[in-house]
C-alpha cells in the first residue's frame, strides 16, 4: 500500500451497521469525511428479511429507518442532517405521501433538500444523506 492509500484512509471512515440494508454492490453505506458522515442512497428493503412495504408513505417511513440506523451507528440522529436528497418514482403523484412520512422523521429546522423524479428499480423511494459529525 503507498502513502497516498494510507491517507485516504485517515481521511475517510466507513460506517457499516447491521440495521440498514447490505450495499448491492462497490459501495459503503455511509462514509464520515471532512466533518460530515454521508450516506449512501438507501431503498425501502427491511434489512432483516429483505420486505418492501407496500406504497410511497410506507416505503419512505422504512428507507428513513434505513438512513438512521446508519446515523446511529455513528453516533448520530436526525437532528445531524443538514442535506436531504430523494428520489421519488412517481414524484407529481407521491410527493404528499412522502413528504408527510419525511415530516415524522425530520423536525424543524429541517434540513436541505432536492426531490427529484427518478427511474428507480421497482421501488418507489430511494434517499441519501449529509450529517455534520460535531467535532
Known amino acids: 500500500m503507498s502513502g497516498g492509500e494510507d491517507t485516504v484512509r485517515t481521511v475517510k471512515e466507513a460506517v457499516r451497521t447491521d440495521g440498514a440494508p447490505r450495499p448491492a454492490g462497490s459501495y459503503s453505506q455511509g462514509v464520515v469525511a471532512g466533518g460530515f458522515l454521508f450516506t449512501a442512497g438507501f431503498g425501502p428493503q427491511d434489512p432483516e428479511t429483505g420486505a418492501v412495504p407496500e406504497g410511497v408513505r410506507a416505503q ?76
Do not use: C, W
Not at 429507518?65 to 436526525?78: F, I, K, M, S, Y
Not at 405521501?97 to 421501488?123: C, H, N, Q
Open 60 to 135: 419512505t417511513a422504512q428507507v428513513l429507518r434505513n438512513v438512521g440506523a446508519v446515523l446511529a451507528e455513528h453516533g448520530l440522529t436526525p437532528e445531524h442532517v443538514v442535506k436531504v436528497t430523494a428520489h421519488l418514482e412517481h414524484l407529481k403523484r407521491d410527493f404528499a405521501e412522502y413528504d408527510a412520512a419525511y415530516g415524522e422523521f425530520f423536525t424543524a429546522p429541517y434540513p436541505v433538500r432536492t426531490t427529484v423524479g427518478s427511474d428507480l428499480m421497482d421501488i418507489l423511494v430511494e434517499i441519501d444523506v449529509v450529517a455534520v459529525v460535531p467535532g
